[in-house]
């Protein structure tokens, strides 16, 4: 049996939609049919089409309140509902904690954790009063459920994103249902920019135990997937797409272990004399 999921005649939001990750995710949408309104601050370098579809552009400033209530009243009333809002834009630059200042890390905090919260909070408005209530879902990553070294902040917005996806589902079940997908590494146009050229891009690949990064399609599909009625009794969940997540890193250094060669005896100091050696009974006559 061929299992499809048809979207036609729904809308769907995906911030930071133009290109990676959030291109991946609108293709997806595309292809299952909805109507995609992709926002960001800038328009993407070519238009985001799939199926010989095109997802609508509207330029919007996630960091301003009023520009996004703004913004979700206009895709209401140019669509007439809205069906699914993904809550894809953020990011972070490597910056260790002690050498970016509070002002620095706070801005992290607010890509990744205040405008999905002033976006799901427009959203909600819009779809708590449509038939069929709506679905949010929340991109959220790895570096949430571990340490995260370079990108903390990052991290800890990414963290506080599942737990404030959880209390959404509960205060605005049931009408609106809401969800978080946790990334791994995912293969984009920017990837040689934190893992090198092909070869490095691979070699990162392999610590995965999948064997290799994400593609932005597969996220879209379990994004298209948890927006579907097929995923109806589905909410404040984690999906983990990540590959299998990651390698621990003691299996290799005990694997190196057990593999080098014995260490060669070091000599020993004693403190005092050893006691004198028994005298050999091995043919002591009774």
């Known amino acids: 049996m061929t299992v499809t999921v048809d979207l036609s005649g729904r809308v769907a939001v995906v911030t930071g939609g133009t290109r990676g990750v959030g291109a991946g995710i609108a293709r ?11 926002c960001a601050r ?6 985001v089409t ?3 579809r095109t997802a609508r552009f509207l330029p919007l400033d996630l960091r301003d309140p009023e520009a996004v209530d703004a913004f979700f009243a206009r895709v209401e009333d140019e669509h007439g509902r809205l069906d699914t809002l993904v809550n894809n834009a953020g990011g972070t630059p490597f910056r260790l904690l002690a050498d970016g200042g509070s002002a620095r890390h ?27 209530g709506g679905s949010i879902l929340m991109i959220g990553s790895v570096s ?14 990414k963290a506080g994103l599942d737990s404030l996806a959880r209390s959404m589902a509960v205060e605005w079940a049931p009408a609106v249902r809401v969800n978080t997908l ?17 070869a490095g891009i691979a070699a990162v690949g392999r610590t995965v135990p999948a064997g290799r990064l994400a593609e932005p399609a597969e996220v ?12 109806a009794y589905i909410t404040g969940a984690s999906l983990l797409v990540h590959g299998g997540g990651e390698r621990p890193a003691f299996l290799d250094a005990a694997t190196a272990n057990r593999d080098a060669p014995p260490p060669a005896a070091s000599p020993v100091r ?17």
């Open 28 to 38: 997806a949408f595309l292809e299952a049919g909805a109507e995609v309104v992709l």
């Open 42 to 47: 800038r328009p993407p370098d070519e238009p």
């Open 50 to 52: 799939a199926e010989g």
């Open 106 to 132: 706070a801005r992290v905090f607010e890509l990744n954790l205040t405008t999905p919260l002033t976006a799901s909070l427009a959203a909600y408005e819009v779809m708590r009063g449509q038939r069929g």
């Open 144 to 157: 949430g459920g571990r340490p995260s070294p370079g990108t903390a902040a990052y991290g800890a917005a």
């Open 182 to 198: 946790v990334l791994g590494m995912v293969r984009t146009e920017l990837s040689h920019l934190h893992y090198g050229d092909d």
């Open 220 to 231: 879209g599909d379990a994004c298209v997937f948890l927006a579907s009625d097929r995923a």
């Open 270 to 286: 004693l403190t005092s004399p050893p006691p004198p050696t028994p005298p050999s009974t091995a043919n002591k006559e009774s």
